[in-house]
T-cell receptor, first 112, second 116 residues
Framework: TQLLEQSPQFLSIQEGENLTVYCNSS?????LQWYRQEPGEGPVLLVT?????EVKKLKRLTFQFGDARKDSSLHITAAQPGDTGLYLC????????????FGTGTRLTIIP | GAGVSQSPSNKVTEKGKDVELRCDPI?????LYWYRQSLGQGLEFLIY????????KSGLPSDRFSAERTGGSVSTLTIQRTQQEDSAVYLC??????????????FGSGTRLTVV
C-alpha cells in the first residue's frame, strides 16, 4: 500500500511569514499533484510535477518534486489569509494510472 | 455542465437505512472517482470508473457499498444498512484522459453524510 505522509498536520502562522509543507513516501510516484481545499468544497488542483527534481512556481507558491520522486514540498512566501485551507498532496503510480493516492493533509491557517 | 455536481449536499439518515449519493461529472470526462473524507482529513479512495472498463472497486470498505455509472456519465454510490462509521464527506471527481494521463481531478463539493 502506498502511503503519503504530510507534515506538519496543522500550521498556524502570521500573515507575511514563510512556510514549507512536506509530503513524504517510501514509494516512487510517476507524478505528484498538490490540491487546496476550502471548507464545504472539494479539493482544487494547484500543480502537477512529473520529473525528479522539478520545481514549479505559482505566484508565491513553489512546488518541488524530490530527485527520487518519493517526496515533495510546497513553500509559500509571504503568506496571505487567502492561503488558508487544507493542502493535500496526491501521487500517481504510473502514467495513465487513474487512481491517485492522497496524503494525510496539512491544515494551514494564516492569521491576519 | 461546467463542473462536477453532487447531490444531495447534505444527508442525515438513521442507522440501518440505505442511502444513494449522486454525481454528475463534467461532460466528456471519461474517468469518474469516488473518495471519502473524514473530519477534514485526507481522502480515502473508494471506486473508479473508466469508460466501459470494469470498475476498480478495490477501495470499497465493505459489501454494503456499491456504485454504478450509467451511460458513461452519471454515477450513484449506494450505501446499504448505514452505520455510524459511514458518516463522512463523500467526494466525486472526474478527469479527462489525456495521452499523458496527467490531468488533475475536478472535484464536486461533496455530500456530507451523517448517520444518527
Amino acid at each position: 500500500t502506498q502511503l503519503l505522509e504530510q507534515s506538519p498536520q496543522f500550521l498556524s502562522i502570521q500573515e507575511g511569514e514563510n512556510l514549507t509543507v512536506y509530503c513524504n513516501s517510501s514509494s516512487v510516484f510517476s507524478s505528484l499533484q498538490w490540491y487546496r481545499q476550502e471548507p464545504g468544497e472539494g479539493p482544487v488542483l494547484l500543480v502537477t510535477v512529473v520529473t525528479g527534481g522539478e520545481v514549479k512556481k505559482l505566484k508565491r507558491l513553489t512546488f518541488q518534486f524530490g530527485d527520487a520522486r518519493k517526496d515533495s514540498s510546497l513553500h509559500i512566501t509571504a503568506a496571505q489569509p487567502g492561503d488558508t485551507g487544507l493542502y493535500l498532496c496526491a501521487g500517481g503510480s504510473n502514467f495513465g494510472n487513474e487512481k491517485l493516492t492522497f496524503g494525510t493533509g496539512t491544515r494551514l491557517t494564516i492569521i491576519p | 455542465g461546467a463542473g462536477v455536481s453532487q447531490s444531495p449536499s447534505n444527508k442525515v439518515t438513521e442507522k440501518g437505512k440505505d442511502v444513494e449519493l449522486r454525481c454528475d461529472p463534467i461532460s466528456g470526462h471519461t474517468a469518474l472517482y469516488w473518495y471519502r473524507q473524514s473530519l477534514g482529513q485526507g481522502l480515502e479512495f473508494l471506486i473508479y470508473f473508466q469508460g466501459n472498463s470494469a470498475p476498480d472497486k478495490s477501495g470499497l470498505p465493505s459489501d454494503r457499498f456499491s456504485a454504478e455509472r450509467t451511460g458513461g456519465s452519471v454515477s450513484t454510490l449506494t450505501i446499504q444498512r448505514t452505520q455510524q462509521e459511514d458518516s463522512a464527506v463523500y467526494l466525486c471527481a472526474s478527469r479527462r484522459r489525456s495521452p499523458g494521463g496527467l490531468d488533475g481531478y475536478t472535484f464536486g463539493s461533496g455530500t456530507r453524510l451523517t448517520v444518527v
